[in-house]
C-alpha cells in the first residue's frame, strides 16, 4: 500500500519569502504524484500534478514541484508567496494509471502568509 | 457548469445513530469517491463507486456502506456512530478511466456526541 508523509505541519512565513513544502512517498511501483490546495472555506482543489517525462512540473498561481525518484520526493516550492497563498496543501499519490483514480493523501501542511 | 455538491454541509448526530450523506458528482463523471479527513488530518479514502457498484474500499469498517444511484449520485451511509467518526466527509467525482485528477466537493461535517 501506497503512504505519504508531509514533515512540516504547520509553516508561517512573511510575505515574498520562499516556500518549499517537503513531501515524501512510500510505493514499490509506478507512481502519480499530486499537490492539492485546499483555501479557507473552499473545497479541496488540484495545485500541480507529475505523472511521467520532466520531474520538474509547474502548476497554477507560481508553483511548481521537483519529482526526485531517488528520495521518493515530490517537494512544492514558490519562490515568493503572497498573502492569498495561506491554505492548506496537501500531497498525494495513486498507482500509476489505476481506474479510478484513488489517491493516497499525506495529512497536509497548514501555511499561514503573514502581509 | 455544476461542480461537486454535497448535503447536508453540517450535521450532529449522537452515539448510536445512523447518518446518511449525499453527493452530485461533476457532470459528464462516472465514479464517486469517498474520502474521511478528520481534524488535522489529511483525506482518507473510504470507497469508491462506478456503475452503481463498489469498485475500491479503504481500511474502514463495514459499518461504513455507500450506493450509487443510475444518475451517478452517490450516499455514505455510517451505521452504529463511534465519537471518532467525527468528521469531514468528502466526496470527489471523476470519470472511471485514468485521467490524474478528482473534482471534490466543499464535504460535509458531521459531529458526533
Known amino acids: 500500500a501506497q503512504s505519504v508523509s508531509q514533515h512540516n505541519h504547520h509553516v508561517i512565513l512573511s510575505e515574498a519569502a520562499s516556500l518549499e513544502l517537503g513531501c515524501n512517498y512510500s510505493?514499490?511501483?509506478?507512481?502519480?504524484l499530486f499537490w492539492y490546495v485546499q483555501y479557507p472555506g473552499q473545497h479541496l482543489q488540484l495545485l500541480l500534478k507529475?505523472?511521467?517525462?520532466?520531474?520538474l512540473v509547474k502548476g497554477i498561481k507560481g508553483f511548481e514541484a521537483e519529482f526526485i525518484k531517488s528520495k521518493f520526493s515530490f517537494n512544492l516550492r514558490k519562490p515568493s508567496v503572497q498573502w492569498s497563498d495561506t491554505a492548506e496543501y496537501f500531497c498525494?499519490?495513486?498507482?500509476?494509471?489505476?481506474?479510478?483514480?484513488?489517491?493516497?493523501f499525506g495529512g497536509g501542511t497548514r501555511l499561514m502568509v503573514k502581509p | 457548469d455544476a461542480g461537486v455538491t454535497q448535503s447536508p454541509t453540517h450535521l450532529i448526530k449522537t452515539r448510536g445513530q445512523q447518518v446518511t450523506l449525499r453527493c452530485s458528482p461533476k457532470?459528464?463523471?462516472?465514479?464517486v469517491s469517498w474520502y474521511q479527513q478528520a481534524l488535522g488530518q489529511g483525506p482518507q479514502f473510504i470507497f469508491q463507486?462506478?456503475?452503481?457498484?463498489?469498485?475500491q474500499r479503504g481500511n474502514f469498517p463495514d459499518r461504513f456502506s455507500g450506493h450509487q444511484f443510475p444518475n451517478y449520485s452517490s450516499e455514505l451511509n455510517v451505521n452504529a456512530l463511534l465519537l471518532g467518526d467525527s468528521a469531514l466527509y468528502l466526496c470527489?467525482?471523476?470519470?472511471?478511466?485514468?485521467?490524474?485528477?478528482?473534482?471534490f466537493g466543499e464535504g460535509s461535517r458531521l459531529t458526533v456526541l
Open positions: 510505493y514499490g511501483g509506478t507512481v502519480n
Open positions: 507529475y505523472f511521467s517525462g520532466d520531474p
Open positions: 498525494a499519490v495513486s498507482k500509476r494509471f489505476n481506474a479510478g483514480n484513488m489517491l493516497t
Open positions: 457532470s459528464g463523471h462516472d465514479t
Open positions: 463507486y462506478y456503475e452503481e457498484e463498489e469498485r
Open positions: 470527489a467525482s471523476s470519470l472511471w478511466v485514468f485521467t490524474g485528477e478528482l473534482f
